[in-house]
C-alpha cells in the first residue's frame, strides 16, 4: 500500500484540492494511493503498521514538512518517505535546489537541528525566526483566521519596519561565546539558508556541514534598513557587516530584553524571551 498524507490547512485552505491534484499526477508511479488527513493521523501506530514495501507521500510545504519531522523523527523508518512540493513557502525544496516536485526525503531526516522554547524542544528543517520575521508570521496569522487568502509577507515586513516593531536589544551565545546587540531587527538561528518564501537569510549555511549558522540584523535606522531589505532575498544583506553579523555554532542561545514573536518553518510561538537551538 501507498499512502498519500496532505494537509487540508496548507496554501492558506488549498490543500484538500493540491492533494487531489497530486494524486492523480501520482496514480502512474504509485499504485493504489490510500489518501489520510495528516492532521488527524496516529503517526506512532501508523509508522508501526507499515509494511516494508510501504511508500510514503507527503503533500506540503514547509509548516506541513515541520508537523510532520516531529512526529516521525528519531524513529525507527524502514520506508521511503517523500514530499510532493505544495504550500506556499516550499524553503526546503529551495533549499537542496530540488528539480522536481516529487523529492525522496529520507536522506534530510538523519540529523536535524532542535530548539528549546520554555522547557518545550522541538525539530527543524529550516531556520528560526526571531524578531521582525516572527511577528510578520504572527500578523500573517491574524489575517487567516479571518479569512483573509491572499497575503504578502514582503508587505507586511516594510510596515513594521517603517512601523510598530519596536526593536529589542539582546544577549547571544554562540558555542558560549557572549556578543551584545542593541536594536535588533531579527535574530535567526538558520539550518537551511532560507525562510519567508523565499529570503536567503544564510546564504553560506549548508545543511551538511553539522553547524547552523546565527545571522543578526542590528542598530541600523529605518531608512537604511529599509534601502537594504529587498537584497536579503539574495543574501545580500551579510555585505553590511557593520550592521549584521553572521556567526557558524552548534549551540545558539538568543535573549531578548522583551517578549517577541518567533517563527519555526513558518509555525509562530507567541510571547518569547528566549531560545536554544543546537544540532
Known sequence: MNYLLFNPLSNNGMGEQIHEEAKDKLKDSFSDLKSTNVLELNTEKF??????????????????????????????LKNEFY????????????????KEDLILLNEYLKKL????????????????????????????DEMKSKGIKKINYTS????LLLGKYKRPNATVFVDGVEHKYKKVWFASAMFGKYY??????????????????????????KLKTLMIFSSIFKGGHVK????????????????????????????????????????
Open 196 to 221: 519567508g518564501g523565499g529570503m536567503m537569510v544564510a546564504p553560506t549555511q549548508d545543511r551538511n556541514s553539522g553547524k547552523l549558522t546565527f545571522v543578526t540584523m542590528h542598530k541600523s535606522g
Open 156 to 159: 507586511i515586513s516594510i510596515k
Open 83 to 98: 514530499l510532493y512540493k505544495a504550500g506556499i513557502g516550499n524553503d526546503f525544496l529551495r533549499d537542496i535546489d530540488a
Open 113 to 140: 537541528p532542535k530548539v528549546t522554547i520554555n522547557g518545550k524542544t522541538t525539530y527543524y528543517i529550516n531556520g528560526i525566526g526571531y524578531g521582525i520575521d516572527g511577528m510578520v508570521c504572527e500578523i500573517a
Open 240 to 279: 553590511h557587516k557593520k550592521i549584521c553579523d553572521v556567526i557558524e555554532g552548534r549551540r545558539i542561545e538568543v535573549q531578548f530584553d522583551k517578549p517577541m514573536a518567533l517563527q519555526i518553518d513558518g509555525e509562530v510561538v507567541h510571547n518569547v524571551t528566549s531560545y536554544v537551538a543546537e544540532i
Open 47 to 76: 509508522i508501526e503498521e507499515l509494511h516494508p514495501e510501504d511508500q510514503i507521500i507527503l503533500v506540503g510545504g514547509d509548516g506541513t514538512l515541520n508537523h510532520f519531522i516531529n512526529e516521525i523523527y528519531g524513529k525507527n
